[in-house]
Each structure stands twice: as structure tokens, then as C-alpha cells.
């Protein structure tokens, strides 16, 4: 696949802009392993990005490439449990990822974190590869997301795995379109087919879309909505689903966020309120829905700007229907135009069978450089 990508930048003429750069993370954090021990792990990750536009007949081609060299170690890693998820293949069509080096407190690995193609034409855009196929509009919750979906208890929640995939958009006006989403099967890499059809438009202040797809066995049929009410947003998206196994079941997540400026909060408190009704609870995880233990989530974000370059944020999540919790706080320094840390914890509380009862404690700190 990457000699694909080097044959396109190579032969594609004329080439009327290429752009290189990259990104270094380091994520230094503590939590207890599955034996009750508190470890600390480093994670370090060197991201370089190549993109490019290139005019081709009628239309314009670009392409967008991003390679990632992880290099992880820690006493976490002796884990058997982390150990086996370090092992799993990505649940991608295409193996992108090889493990160079791997011992009891070090795993080094380079992967394909994007790899795409495009061509547009008039108002007909086809992508072609690795790609992120971001669907749903809640800010905590995403249940119309089945291509990606991404737990709010996530490490890294600006990761997303994204899927090979061809994808076909028709943009028949000025802000509607359709979009067709087609993703191959694996079995070696345990992931599904998925196909899904996606509509959408603006209607006055209010931007709707309506979905249906296939996941491997699966039916859904889904629906987001998002406006503003005087000055504040509201959001409601809604999945069903059935398959054969399961029977029936739906998600539903409705929001409201609104920012406050007053005497008290001169910069602007952004406020966010997500209700979270999952039909899947206590069904077996799987890793192309959100996936959980209750029924009833009600969630809360903030945000504040301190001074121009410190942000501080919290996330809290109550389990409404078995007595949980999960906290986040976290505080941003914009050291420099290309430098950010970050430091943040996060708070699981809850009794055995919860939703939250499983993860532990976890404090970290987080680095970012962009050249």
C-alpha cells in the first residue's frame, strides 16, 4: 500500500502542491494493572504526514499519507492482559502494522495511520483507502458512529483507527449530499464488512441527516439532528439496529451546550449537557458500536480559557441506573505555537457490575510538538 502512495506522488503531474509535516507525542501516565499494581508507562509517537493535490483531466486528485513509528514501554507492558491487546491485530482490512521490536517492558511498532486517494470531479468526490469516516454530532457519545466508534473512557480520544474504505459523496446542492461508505471484511484481522448510506442537509438553522448500513450480520438505521436554540445548541441523534442474534436494540443520545459569558467568566465557559440512552447495554462488547453496562448516562462537559494559553477542562460521566461514576479533568499550556502539555486524570468510581467499576485510577501527563 505505501508503494502505491509513492508511485501516485511520483507520477501524478502536474503536482500543484505537496505539504510534509509531522507530530511528536509523549504520554507519560500511572494506573494499576490487572494484579493491583501501580505502573507507569511511557508512550512516545513520531507521526509524519505527507499530502498533495494534483490537477487530472476534468478533476483534482489528492492524496493524504500518515505513517506512525509508537515506541511503548513500561512496567505496564509485563501485563498479560495489555500484552494480549498489544498482540491483537488492528481490526483494519489491510494489516498496516508490523512490530519491529517487542520485549517484557518494550513494544516498538510503525503503522499506517491514513492512506488515502481522492478524485473530485463537478460535484462527485471518490476516497479510496485508509480514512476516517466521522459520523454523528453528540460531543460524548456517537451511536450513528459504527465505523469508528470511540469509548468517552479512552486514553487518546483524538485516536481513531479509522477503516479502509471506498467512499462516494454526490453533492447535488449547496449543502447537501449523499454519501455511500463501503469497508471489505478481514477474518485474519476480525473486521466486518460494513456498508452505509448517508444523507444530509440544511434546513433553516438546523443541519439533519438519516442513515442505513450493514454491519456484517446487522441492519441499522440512524438519524442526527443539530440546530441552535437562541444561543445554544441542541443535538439529538438516534440508532437502531438488529441482527440476528441479538434481536433488536436502539441508542439514543440528546444534547445541549451553550457558552456563558458574564462578569464571572469574561472569556467564555463553554457548558455541555449529553443524555445518553443505550439500548446495548450488558450485550457482548464489541468494537464497532459503543458498547457498555447501563442503560442511563448523563454526561457533562466544561471548558475555560484561564489566560490565552491555559485551558482547563472536565468531563464527568454518571451511571444514572447503577450508581457510577467517571471524572476527567485536565489543564492545557500552549507552551509555544508548536508546543502543548497537558496534564489529566482520570476518576472511575462505582460498584461491582457498574458502568465505570472496572477501569482504575489513571494520572497523566502529554506532550505535543508539530514541525
Given amino acids: 500500500m505505501l508503494s502505491l502512495f509513492y508511485a501516485v506522488v511520483l507520477c501524478a503531474t502536474p503536482v500543484l502542491a505537496v505539504e510534509l509535516s509531522g507530530q511528536y507525542t509523549n504520554l507519560l501516565f ?20 505527507v499530502e498533495g493535490e494534483s490537477e487530472t483531466g476534468p478533476g483534482m486528485m489528492r492524496f493524504h499519507l500518515v505513517y506512525d513509528h509508537e515506541l511503548l514501554w513500561g512496567a505496564m507492558l509485563a501485563d498479560p492482559v495489555v500484552n494480549a491487546g498489544l498482540n491483537r491485530p488492528d481490526a ?22 491514513r492512506g488515502w ?14 480514512q476516517r469516516v466521522a459520523w454523528g454530532s453528540g460531543r460524548i457519545w ?35 449530499y449523499v454519501l455511500a461508505v463501503a469497508s471489505p471484511a478481514s477474518v485474519a484481522n476480525a473486521a466486518v464488512r460494513k456498508l452505509a448510506l448517508r444523507w444530509q442537509d440544511t434546513w433553516g438553522d438546523f443541519d439533519l441527516s438519516m442513515m442505513v448500513g450493514r454491519i456484517a450480520d446487522e441492519s441499522i438505521l440512524g438519524m442526527d439532528v443539530t440546530g441552535n436554540l437562541r444561543d445554544a445548541g441542541i443535538r439529538v441523534e438516534w440508532m437502531q439496529a438488529k441482527n440476528p442474534r441479538e434481536g433488536a436494540y436502539g441508542q439514543i443520545v440528546a444534547g445541549l451546550d451553550y457558552t456563558w459569558n458574564n462578569s464571572w467568566f469574561p472569556n467564555g465557559l463553554y457548558t455541555a449537557i449529553e443524555y445518553f440512552y443505550n439500548g446495548a447495554a450488558g450485550l457482548v462488547v464489541s468494537q464497532d458500536r459503543i458498547s457498555g453496562l447501563s442503560n442511563h448516562l448523563l454526561g457533562a462537559q466544561l471548558a475555560y480559557d484561564l489566560t490565552p494559553l491555559w485551558r482547563a477542562e472536565i468531563l464527568f460521566i454518571s451511571d444514572m441506573q447503577k450508581s457510577g461514576s467517571f471524572t476527567m479533568p485536565s489543564i492545557t499550556w500552549s507552551v509555544a505555537e508548536d508546543l502543548e502539555v497537558q496534564c489529566f486524570t482520570q476518576l472511575p468510581q462505582g460498584n461491582a457490575g457498574s458502568e465505570f467499576a472496572r477501569l482504575e485510577a489513571l494520572y497523566a501527563v502529554r506532550a505535543d510538538w508539530y514541525f
Avoid: C
Avoid at 500511572?30 to 504526514?49: H, I, K, P, Y
Avoid at 517487542?102 to 516498538?108: A, F, G, I
Avoid at 486517494?117 to 485508509?130: E, F, H, Q
Fill in 30 to 49: 500511572q494506573t494499576q494493572d490487572t494484579f493491583g499494581n501501580s505502573r507507569t508507562t511511557d508512550l512516545n509517537r513520531l507521526r509524519l504526514q
Fill in 142 to 176: 456517537n451511536p450513528t458512529d459504527r465505523f469508528n466508534p470511540v469509548q468517552p473512557t479512552a486514553l487518546e480520544l483524538d485516536q481513531k483507527l479509522g477503516v479502509d474504505a471506498a467512499a462516494l459523496q454526490w453533492n447535488y446542492s449547496h449543502s447537501a
Fill in 117 to 130: 486517494i481522492s478524485y473530485d470531479v463537478a460535484d462527485v468526490s471518490l476516497k479510496v483507502g485508509r
Fill in 92 to 113: 483494519t482490512w489491510l494489516d498496516g502494522s508490523m512490530t519491529l521490536t517487542q520485549s517484557r517492558h518494550t513494544n516498538w511498532r510503525h503503522a499506517l495511520y
